[in-house]
């Protein structure tokens, strides 16, 4: 079974590997370290892998936009999306939870051990939702939170918190700098916040 693996963590990703190919199922096909490099082997492979892995810290870039920009890539071409499992070290229950919204199938902290990482490799492959047990817990403790959220509220919340303007979020969400404030309005209106730090804190 082919894997890709998106992070710019040469040593990690070597580790990784030698996990990987040494159980003889899984070969790593493909290495990206940004959001580009991943999309233009996605773009021009003949065949998708059967997994991505993804951290979601990836220099300047953000591994969250991967998963919308895998999402309109399958299906504009009208093709299977492979399942994603995001491996970080980052534990911000909101990027997660955002994470698992767009699309991902599981979170694995790169703590994890081997025999977690191929669990979560096995449940994720068998079309089921893996999410280690603490994560677990923290993620239910704060679901709502979270649940009070549009996607593309949460786009946004995430554009803030990478310390964005208005006029770039538009940009990228292909929206006026008016709907943007619209969506930070009821952002605040649903949390109580009145400041930009308070979002870039969810």
């Known amino acids: 079974m082919d894997i890709m693996l998106i992070d710019d963590h040469p040593l990690l990703n070597a580790g990784l590997i030698s996990i990987l190919e040494g159980t003889g199922i899984f070969t790593v096909s493909a290495q990206a370290v940004s959001l580009n490099q991943a999309m233009d082997i996605i773009e021009k492979a003949e065949t998708l892998p059967h997994l991505i892995i993804l951290d979601l810290l ?11 920009m895998l999402e309109r890539f399958c299906r504009s071409r009208k093709i299977q999306k492979p399942p994603v499992l995001v491996c970080s070290a980052l534990d911000d229950t909101f990027k997660i939870q955002s994470a698992l919204k767009l699309g ?4 694995l902290s790169k703590t994890s051990g081997k025999s977690e990482l191929l669990k979560a490799i096995d449940t994720i492959l ?20 979270y649940a009070k959220f549009s996607r593309r509220e949460i786009d946004v919340i995430n554009a803030v918190k990478q310390n964005k303007i208005n006029k770039i979020i538009a940009s990228e969400m292909g929206i006026s700098i008016r709907t943007v404030e619209n969506y930070i309005s009821k952002i605040y209106f649903k949390t109580g916040f009145s400041t930009r730090e308070e979002i870039k804190k969810l």
């Open 58 to 68: 990836l220099g300047e870039d953000n591994g969250l936009d991967f998963l919308s």
């Open 126 to 145: 068998c079309g089921k939702v893996y999410i280690s047990n603490e994560m677990n817990t923290r993620l239910n403790e704060s679901s709502g939170t």
């Open 104 to 107: 991902a199938l599981g979170f």
